[in-house]
DNA sequence: CACGCGTGGTA
DNA sequence: TTACCAAGCGT
């Protein structure tokens, strides 16, 4: 419900405080390619940015563009996947690169639309890459976002667990206008939510919008409603998964199914996570109970 | 739409 | 120490 002029104030702020906040991010610079970036949003999803450094950066040596990265094995970009999480998203990455190379000629779409085509990129991802990389103007929600607009707009301490419609609206109508501002406005928003207003103990004394935050004038009153329950790890197939692909990973050439079953004396758990990792395919099956990364060669 | 999917740092 | 949390996606 704010006015144009509130609005404004709170663009000014925003990115006045972006200005000199930022941090300086490979993928944020002048000569980031629009692969680099893709890549970094991939990397991005669920994993923080300091785990994500290392990796994209050697990523980058590597597969300058989609075109390198489509022509190894899938099982090489698992490899060098390493311990972000959640490894599958480094097959739809590879998949990615095969898909930009032959539907793109090579290159990165530079549309919502299109990129939304890719595996891997959903809803965030597609706006994150069309605005950062290609500067269109368009709405880019992730969870910072979320929780700044929660806070600053409507005055909770925290979003919904999913986006709601009315949220999705309130950050449309807080878009600039004007394209160029617009994508700083997204990633300096981002920005925010990743310093400042941080979800488990937000710095407000160095908020450059406090005298604003709905939340803040409130009171800054405590999440009503049920606790937000975590997510369980263990025992959980999830975590025998990470562990099975680490031996995988780790291991120059194919592994033997004795090591396999090193890996945990629960056969029944084990056999199912083996059988969804190649059902992923993140894991390929050989002869005489061996396995491998997917389409990794011979070592010989 | 609710759930499953990795990993490690931090309050 | 132990939950919670980190630029989501696909089913």
New binding site residues.
């Given amino acids: 419900m704010s006015s144009r002029a509130a609005t404004e104030r709170l663009h000014e702020r925003v990115l006045e405080w972006y200005s000199t906040a930022a941090r300086d ?1 490979p ?2 610079t002048d000569d980031a390619t629009p692969w680099g970036i893709f890549v ?2 991939v990397m ?6 300091a ?1 994500v450094l290392p990796v994209w950066v050697e990523w980058m040596r590597r597969w300058p563009t989609p075109t390198d990265l489509a022509a190894q094995p899938p099982g090489e970009a698992v490899r060098a996947w390493g ?6 998203r480094a097959l ?1 990455l590879h998949a990615a690169a095969v898909a930009i190379t032959e539907r793109f000629d090579g290159a990165v779409p530079s549309t919502e639309a299109e990129l939304s085509t890719l ?8 706006a ?1 890459v069309a605005t950062f990389a290609f500067g269109e103007r368009t709405t880019v929600v ?3 976002v979320r ?1 700044v607009l929660a806070r600053a707009v409507t005055g909770d301490a925290y979003a919904a ?2 986006p709601t419609r009315a949220e999705l609206e309130t950050a449309a109508a807080l878009v600039p206008l004007e394209a160029d501002r617009a994508r700083t406005w997204s990633v300096a928003v ?2 925010l ?2 310093l400042v207003c ?4 937000p710095r407000c004394d160095a908020c450059p919008i406090r005298a604003l935050c709905a939340w803040r004038l409130a009171g800054s009153p405590a999440h009503e409603g049920p ?5 369980a ?1 263990e025992g ?3 975590q025998m ?3 099975l ?2 031996v995988l990973r780790e291991s120059d050439g194919p592994v033997s199914r004795e090591r396999i079953e090193a890996v945990s004396s629960l056969a029944l758990q084990r056999e199912r996570c083996l059988d ?1 990792l190649v059902a992923d395919g993140l894991v390929e099956p050989l002869a005489r109970g061996f396995y491998q990364l997917p389409g990794a060669r011979e070592a010989s």
């Fill in positions: 991010l993928w944020r970094s949003e991005l999803q669920q994993t923080p940015v785990r311990r972000l999480g959640y490894p599958r739809r595996p891997g990129v959903g809803t965030y991802t597609a994150a992730d969870t910072n929780r667990p999913s981002m920005e939510g990743a941080s979800s488990r103990s606790p937000r329950r975590g997510q790890w959980t197939d999830r998964r990470g562990a692909l680490r969804s």
